[in-house]
């Protein structure tokens, strides 16, 4: 698994989740984690929301790729909902 990174050009946080024993790149946009997890704060850091809710994101990401999603997976704020 790789250490995850803020990609200034579009904005979003890059990582990547074990999904039954295979890395899977994801990605997840500023404005999805701010929206679902700090709609309230201004200027936070999109690494650090990330950090503070990695768990829930990677399940995110196992739901969509059980649900047929192929590499890289991009989140939406829809898909940081738990089911």
């Known amino acids: 698994m790789s250490?995850?990174?803020?990609h200034k050009d579009s904005a979003a946080v890059r990582f990547?989740?074990?999904?039954?024993?295979v890395d899977v790149g994801a990605t997840v946009s500023s404005r999805?984690?701010?929206?679902?997890?700090?709609?309230?704060a201004v200027g936070e850091?999109?690494?650090e929301t990330y950090a503070a809710h990695a768990d829930e994101i990677?399940?995110?990401v196992r739901r969509r790729v059980a649900a047929g999603s192929i590499e890289p997976v991009m989140?939406?704020?829809l898909?940081?909902?738990a089911p």
Request: glycine share 4%.
């Open 3 to 6: 250490q995850a990174y803020f």
């Open 16 to 21: 990547s989740v074990l999904c039954e024993g």
């Open 32 to 40: 999805a984690l701010h929206y679902h997890f700090r709609p309230d």
């Open 45 to 47: 850091d999109p690494l």
């Open 58 to 60: 990677a399940d995110a």
């Open 75 to 77: 989140l939406r704020e």
């Open 79 to 81: 898909d940081l909902r």
